[in-house]
């Protein structure tokens, strides 16, 4: 069975199927990349504990960055927020993003109980 949360016209923010959500990619607001993604991250976290699971039951996260060069800003932001030992499986490309303010966007998939 498949599971659709808060399903609009183009997307859903969270699909379940088969002890696995998928969370729609989500964005922060802020003037550095660190403030995005530290909306960011509170916005996941909101939406895995909607699906009932955790940032500890993560199991991969697909990051896109306006710009490269905010790689280290992005990933003191992270690794502060990823439980130690529960980190996923994690890729990081640069694309460019809906909006010319944005510099970051987070995927996640996660298990869910």
């Known amino acids: ?3 659709r949360i808060e399903t609009g016209v ?9 002890g696995v ?3 729609t990619g989500q964005v922060g607001e802020g003037a550095t990349i660190q ?7 509170r916005r996941l ?10 940032r500890s039951q993560m199991l991969r996260a697909t990051i896109w960055l306006a710009d490269m060069s905010d790689f280290a800003g992005l ?17 990081c490309g640069e694309a460019k993003l809906a909006r010319a303010e944005l ?11």
């Open 1 to 3: 069975m498949i599971e």
């Open 10 to 18: 183009r997307s859903s923010k969270i699909v379940k199927h088969n």
């Open 21 to 23: 959500a998928y969370i």
């Open 35 to 41: 403030e995005q993604t530290e909306e960011c991250l």
């Open 45 to 54: 976290e909101a939406l895995l504990i909607q699906a009932g699971s955790s």
């Open 75 to 91: 990933n003191e932001v992270w690794n502060a927020w990823v439980p130690e030992g529960d980190a996923p499986a994690r890729a």
């Open 103 to 113: 510099k970051v966007e987070i995927i996640v998939d996660a298990a869910y109980d």
